[in-house]
């Protein structure tokens, strides 16, 4: 982190922008750091900033938590432009150790792009972002984030409450240990940084997980049913995720949308109820259930998967229930204080 911020520091000072300020933030929040740029007459301005040691991509940069007080911005080793078109788009400024930049504020406009790093400069090697953040080492970090004492049961336990092999876990826990996400207490392991790996793991569910869950889209022809199929659909084991679950977590939200998680598509309901499969604009949506530590009596999933489900529906307004829920559940505020 500090020789990355060095090279961007470098890279502004090349452009007659200064540095004139840095503040580490707490562990848990949407950015790790904020600065403060004086490009002179052109002003100045405080940004949260997100940096991205490792390979940063188009996918990466749609699923990034936009902070709600701060402009973000993004530092990293190199963003392709392609990411950086993707950046733009949703008005985050950007720079790299390369010299590529995009900065934009009121008397300011920097817009240089197509820089190629050094031949033999290379992204530093993330040792968290490799095994624990694939589709199925996704799946082992849920049941971490999820169930505060699950760190500390066997690996055999881990393993059948996330759906995965042992040795899967084995790997999954070796890494998050040795990225510090996991540390040995006198009670067993217990997790470290949670608010910074719920973010990844957000990130990592977004790309490699979500896309896969979805079992089918469904239309009801009265709405006003909804309210029975989802009592319905509890009762048969269903639980409920995205939007309608937030909107439990905080009564403020509106929900437009409907989503529950079960192991098979509840085929008598869907008749009884006349829903109309459409997998484009269907509100109500059924999703595989990936895990298998579930309590069937809790109505929703873990709160740590409702607000990945927010941020990976790409709709800035669940982007916003995200955040809300984030400041009152209390596991995700459990995590952010890791």
Same mark, same amino acid.
């Given at each position: 982190?500090?020789?990355?911020l ?22 848990? %929040? $949407?950015?790790?750091?904020? =600065? /403060?740029? *004086? ?5 100045? @301005?405080?940004?949260?900033?997100? &940096? ?12 990034m ?31 790299? %150790? $390369?010299?590529?930049?995009? =900065? /934009?504020? *009121? ?5 240089? @792009?197509?820089?190629?790093?050094? &031949? ?10 490799s ?29 059948d409450?996330?759906?995965t %092999? ?84 905080d ?14 598509v ?12 459409d997998?484009?604009?269907g509100?109500?949506?059924l ?52």
């Amino acid at each position: 982190m500090n020789a990355l911020l060095e090279d961007v520091k470098l890279v502004l000072a090349g452009f007659g922008i200064s540095v004139v300020g840095d503040q580490r933030l707490a562990s848990g %929040a $949407a950015a790790d750091l904020e =600065l /403060a740029l *004086d490009a002179g007459p052109r002003g100045r @301005r405080l940004y949260a900033v997100a &940096p991205k040691r490792g390979r940063l991509d188009r996918q990466r940069a749609t699923s990034m938590v936009l902070p709600p007080a701060r402009p973000l911005l993004v530092i990293a080793p190199y963003v392709p432009d392609s990411v950086a078109d993707v950046l733009r788009a949703r008005g985050v400024d950007h720079v790299d %150790a $390369a010299g590529n930049v995009r =900065l /934009a504020w *009121d008397g300011m406009l920097l817009d240089v @792009r197509g820089r190629r790093p050094q &031949p033999l400069q290379r992204p530093r090697k993330d040792a968290a972002a490799s095994r624990a953040f694939t589709r199925s080492g996704a799946m082992v970090v849920f049941t971490l984030l999820a169930w505060p004492e699950m760190s500390r049961r066997p690996v055999r336990d881990i393993a059948d409450a996330s759906g995965t %092999a042992v040795g899967t876990v084995h790997k999954v826990l070796s890494e998050l240990s040795a990225a510090g996400y996991l540390f040995e207490s006198n009670d067993g392991k217990r997790l470290n940084r949670g608010g910074e790996l719920l973010d990844r793991w957000a990130e990592a569910y977004t790309v490699n997980l979500a896309g896969k869950l979805s079992i089918a889209s469904f239309t009801l022809d009265d709405l006003a049913s909804l309210r029975e199929a989802e009592k319905d659909l509890l009762e048969q084991g269903a639980q409920l995720g995205g939007e309608l679950a937030a909107s439990r977590i905080d009564s403020h939200l509106r929900p437009a949308t409907a989503t529950f998680y079960v192991d098979k598509v509840p085929v008598d309901l869907v008749a009884r109820f006349r829903m109309r499969r459409d997998d484009n604009f269907g509100a109500v949506e059924l999703r595989h259930r990936f895990w298998n530590q579930h309590d069937l009596e809790a109505p929703l999933v873990p709160s740590p998967l409702v607000y990945a489900d927010l941020l990976s529906s790409g709709d800035p307004r669940q982007r916003e229930h995200a955040e809300r829920i984030r400041q009152i559940d209390d596991r995700l505020v459990e995590l952010d204080r890791t």
